[in-house]
């Protein structure tokens, strides 16, 4: 890999950035400095940058507890997105494994892999996620089968897949599925003349939020919770 390449990957400098650090001599392999931008790596070189080791970072795997009021966006002028609760060395090239609504909660997966997201995310994996919902009036006593056999959302041409209803009372359920179409969950209960009140996101797949985890914090996934999404 190329020096300056391998600077940029695993810190929160630009390439043009490593370029000028490294002609100020604030960078050395194997204890020499190098001022050539294209130095070819070997897997044993150590690299320092202001004589501290610099390390290949990896992927990185975060779970976070969303609180209202954030987007799970980068472009959105009015609101600030997830990111800005980690703090600024977690923050960098990270993007969001699915989404969640600025009024919804609960658990979002971040991460700067690319093709473990799109596992969690692409309808084509089946991958399913439990929601917590609070409903303006009682649920009607036909809805477990109803959404088992798939409804029809306002403006979508195809039936919903099916999905999984549970009954916690008469205004709050659990409720699984395995899409992620726009504002599905509020959607599928308007199809039952119903309106959401409050949406928690518990579970993607296996991985549950950790209940340890205030609105705003999060921490890694381990390697069980990482293999378990993959």
């Not at 599928?188 to 205030?214: C, S, T, Y």
């Not at 705003?216 to 378990?228: F, Q, S, V, W």
Request: proline share 5%.
């Amino acid at each position: 890999m190329r020096l300056d390449k391998f600077l940029a990957d695993n810190s929160d400098f630009s390439r043009a950035e490593v370029k000028r650090l490294m002609h100020k001599e604030r960078v050395t392999v194997n204890g020499e400095v190098v001022k050539d931008p294209g130095f070819k790596l070997g897997e044993a070189d150590q690299v320092c940058l202001d004589d501290e080791p610099m390390r290949a970072m990896g992927n990185r795997y975060l779970m976070l507890h969303k609180p209202k009021g954030y987007v799970c966006s980068t472009d959105d002028p009015e609101h600030a997105s997830v990111l800005m609760l980690l703090e600024d060395r977690d923050r960098f090239g990270l993007h969001m494994a699915g989404r969640l609504d600025l009024d919804t909660t609960g658990l979002v997966l971040l991460t700067d892999d690319g093709q473990w997201s799109h596992k969690v995310t692409s309808p084509k994996h089946d991958c399913p996620k439990r929601y917590r919902v609070w409903l303006a009036d009682p649920l009607v006593e036909d809805a477990e089968a109803r959404f088992q056999e798939g409804v029809q959302l306002r403006g979508e041409r195809h039936l919903t897949k099916p999905a999984q209803l549970e009954r916690i009372d008469a205004c709050e359920v659990l409720l699984t599925i395995s899409e992620g179409k726009y504002h599905q969950v509020k959607r599928m209960f308007a199809a039952l003349d119903n309106k959401v009140v409050d949406l928690h996101r518990e579970a993607i797949g296996p991985l549950e939020l950790d209940p340890a985890l205030a609105e705003g914090e999060y921490r890694p996934l381990t390697d069980a919770e990482i293999a378990a999404l993959s």
